[in-house]
């Protein structure tokens, strides 16, 4: 017999033993056995990591139905273009147009619903989990879900620039809210996770328009125990508000907070108490992510895209 042919088969026969021991072995000698990590690149942690978070929201809504709603009503309705199939966030801007951001994509997309396109699309950074945006005079703001805020000065004109702020939320808290506090020169992070200083509330933090830092305690607080949400019937506190997005009310100052899992409507009041719950149909938003008001105090909201189109709707609300 050919000795490589012999030099195979032995080959064979001493790895089925060593095969079958592995983990016996691994446990005897620990770190010093190589182990195999998942993924080929750096990057690949992170994505993974991504997925795991669409996956657990989409576990969510087939649990969590919440009923059709007779109070949200929408009275106009747009698909949105390829490019926002997965719209995560928008402000108002005034003339048919909004400015939004696509998840993943590092760019500030402006929408006009007149023609139902894109006028003008404007890169700021790397592919990241951008879930929030928020428009001061030619300054546009946007949230990564890890608390990083991007400031993309002259976001309209031919050399916008970007400037980055870490903060000490991180994504463990999944920050996905932001809107603009014109009253208080401040933005505002709504965080969709665990908040870090306590399991009973969820917190909204302010971020000073004029030092440019974010206030270490929040300036609000979404209390989870709130007898609001007795008719919910949800047991576990943390899902019984995962804000996806915020909103300042031009007229009143009441806050507008969107819950993208369990599609709800909060509204608290200027001194953070909690006023109203509406239940949103998800025949009309599979998984809204988007608020923003006009000045005149409409209410836009828009939804990622659920094995569709991402949809950006005109609604009212009946009280």
Known sequence: MNRYVIAAFVIVVLMIPVSFFWHDLQRVFGNKLPVVEAGMNGDQPKKDKKEKKKKEDKKEEKTAEAPPSTNV???????????????????????NQFACIQDEDGSIFIYNTATNKVDKEIPFGKHGDYEGIAVVGSTAYVLRSDGTLFEVTNYLGNNPSTQKYKTSLT????VEGLCYDKNNNRLLLAIKGIDSHSNDYKGIYAFNLSTKQLAPNPVYKIDLNDKIWDDLKEKKAQHRMQPSDIAIHPTTGDLYLVDGPRPKLLVMDTQGHLKRVYNISRADFKQPEGLSFTPAGELYISSEGVEGAGVLARVEIEN
Do not use: C, H, R, Y
């Open 73 to 95: 009503l929408v009275t106009q309705k747009w698909s949105m273009p390829k490019e926002l199939t997965e719209i995560s966030g928008m402000a108002f801007l005034g003339n």
């Open 171 to 174: 994504s463990q808290q999944d």
